[in-house]
């Protein structure tokens, strides 16, 4: 009898550890973790961590792991509230993926320092659940440089993320990136090709495309297709370049951008999996807001950052301001409507707009006042005045410069372009052509711009 009871336990035993290591085993309780270390330098690495909820609907979720290594420490994580206490690591749900639902995923990461070799953490647990760990993907070869022989922009600062007030580089140093936008594609199409995108990338030195894409005015909603594959080829030219691609959804008018919630949806979910993997792009979620509350602004953001996130974690987004993307200066408000309400989303900015010659004095106030409390992104701002015409005012465009630079605050001017109004960085009739580099073509807009602009970044890499 005892010898049978023996047995049956041994039994028991076996197939208890069969249960345990069989697929349907791991989907019924618990979680899974995918640590993926994303890049790696002299000194530090970027890891993601991706989170599927195995086990029952969570809302509110607490990660856990440990560092191997005791030189290992979280620098800057994103998608999460980060801490760490010796070698442990607490991950905590925001407000917008705190919640998930059964076999829902969602995607972490973080910068960290390291004294030498970055091993992975191998055990995890959710809310104190133990995940099963997979680690897979090879990371890049460590080394000083992870792009060895590419200078350029993106070369050097690889995958960007916001760190308090600035954007931060590979190395989690504050940068700024001055660069050039499109005119509206649906009509200056023909400006954006090889020959422009090299004088822009080799003459100007820009380190930034924006890629305005109207949503209105004969744009992206008479051919979502059409447009979403000339944006993406156009994110393809400026990574073959070395440049960040701004991808902007220039809603204008109407000036709410909820009245095109679907749209954004339906765009920024393709573009964000189509350009999941680049290290290049920036998304804009609307232009200008106008006529609308910062209630209205912070609620479309809520909707749209999620869907980008989901398909691509890591990517910084803009979220556009009240009053035209000036902070609410002008609708006579200002930034304290965003810093007390701000967007609960991480790894964010805010966008700020000024034309030289109609926004002066008390606009610059707001940014220097904004510019200590809030993450800030010049993405459009012309030399001349709102209407995108007139003259240029290069005082109060050498003190915005100024300022920008100062703040490290980054940029990228209305238009590279030959639109015939002020604010073209090109003379009227030169995209019909292929010089887009000699000092003739260019409009007083453009020689300024280019001047300010391909001066040497000296972009930090430690
Ligand atoms: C302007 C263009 C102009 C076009 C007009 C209407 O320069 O050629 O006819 O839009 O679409 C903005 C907007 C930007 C404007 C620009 C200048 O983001 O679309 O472009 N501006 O008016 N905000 C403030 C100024």
Not at 28 to 57: E, H, M, R, S
Not at 201 to 220: H, P, T
Not at 402 to 422: F, R
Not at 430 to 446: A, H, P, Q, R
Request: hydrophobic share 35%; net charge negative.
């Amino acid at each position: 009898m005892k010898r049978l009871l023996a047995l049956l336990a041994t039994c028991a035993m076996v197939l208890g550890l069969t249960a345990l290591s069989g697929p349907q085993a791991v989907a019924a309780t618990g979680c899974k973790v995918d640590y993926t270390i994303t890049n790696q330098w002299q000194g530090g690495f970027q890891a993601g961590v991706k989170i599927t909820n195995l086990g029952a609907p969570v809302t509110g979720w607490t990660l856990k792991f440990t560092l191997p290594d005791a030189g290992q420490k979280v620098v800057q994580g994103w998608n999460a509230t980060w801490s760490q206490s010796g070698s442990t690591v607490t991950a905590a749900g925001v407000d917008w993926n705190r919640t998930l639902a059964t076999g829902a995923a969602t995607d972490l990461g973080f910068t960290g320092s390291s004294t030498g070799a970055n091993p992975k953490p191998t055990a995890f647990t959710l809310n104190g659940v133990t995940c099963t760990g997979s680690v897979d993907e090879e990371p890049p070869p460590p080394g000083p440089d992870p792009n060895p022989g590419t200078g350029t922009p993106v070369g050097v600062n690889g995958q960007l993320h916001v760190c308090g007030v600035n954007l931060c580089n590979q190395y989690n140093r504050p940068i700024q990136l001055r660069g050039m936008s499109t005119h509206g594609i649906q009509w200056f199409n023909k400006c954006y090709n090889a020959a422009s995108l090299d004088a822009l990338a080799a003459n100007w030195k820009s380190d930034l495309l924006r890629i305005a894409m109207y949503v209105q005015e004969s744009g992206y909603e008479t051919d979502p297709a059409g447009f979403t594959s000339r944006v993406n080829n156009l994110v393809d030219m400026a990574e073959a370049r070395g440049m960040y691609a701004m991808i902007d959804f220039h809603t204008l008018t109407p000036g709410d951008p909820n009245y095109n919630l679907d749209r954004a949806k339906t765009f920024f979910a393709s573009v964000a999996a189509r350009n999941a993997a680049k290290k290049n792009v920036i998304y804009e979620i609307a232009n200008e807001p106008n006529g609308v509350s910062w209630a209205g602004i912070k609620s479309y953001a809520e909707q749209i950052i999620p869907v980008i996130r989901a398909a691509d974690p890591d990517a910084v987004v803009i979220v556009g301001t009240r009053g035209w993307s000036s902070l609410g200066v002008s609708d006579g408000s200002n930034e304290s409507e965003v810093v007390n309400n701000p967007v609960n989303a991480t790894n964010i900015m805010y966008a700020f707009h000024f034309y030289a010659a109609s926004h002066r004095d008390s606009y610059r106030a707001a940014v220097s006042r904004a510019a200590s409390q809030l993450p800030l992104f010049v993405t459009e701002f012309g030399t001349v005045s709102y209407t995108g015409g007139g003259a240029v005012d290069r005082a109060s465009t050498t003190a915005w410069l100024d300022l920008l630079d100062q703040l490290k605050i980054g940029y990228a001017n209305w238009t590279y372009s030959d639109a015939n109004e002020g604010s073209a960085a090109f003379k009227p009739g030169t995209c019909n052509g292929s010089d887009y580099s000699s000092s003739g073509v260019l409009t007083e807009s453009g020689a300024l711009l280019k001047n300010r602009m391909s001066t040497p970044d000296n972009f930090p890499t430690s």
